[in-house]
């Protein structure tokens, strides 16, 4: 059988290529999530919108109510309402994500400190794999393909 050099130098190249990105490719891993993930947090904006994601063996990963008043309370630590009823801060169920985390929508909007210390207070929960703001995205530019 008689090969092509064009073919065996091709050949070659490319196993050589996946020989080199194979380690990379599977050295992945588990990700490895931020508890309390503030980063995306900026001054001047306002977030009432949170995510949350419990251990899969947690009781607030079955139970809204459970959830909800896991929230509730991390809230009432974190941002207490110095005994005014109408400013207490309540968490609403608002969806689950495919990824088995929930979005709760808390009753007020929330500036840049006071969502950092209602996160910090939730990730603090040993049941919880990690709490974050919901992140809305924008698009900067037309594209132009």
Known sequence: MRF???SVV????VAISMALVAPAAWAGGSLDYLRANTTAL????????FVVKYRA?????ADRTRL???VNTAASRALPSAGKSNLALSAKFQRRLAIGADV???SRKLDQAAAEALIRQIAADPTVEYAEPVM???RMETPTD
């Open 4 to 6: 092509n050099k064009k």
């Open 10 to 13: 091709c050949g070659l190249s």
């Open 42 to 49: 900026q001054a001047g904006e306002t977030y009432d919108e």
């Open 57 to 61: 063996d947690a009781p607030q990963r």
């Open 68 to 70: 909800l008043q896991s």
């Open 104 to 106: 709760v929508k808390m």
């Open 136 to 138: 809305r995205m924008v």
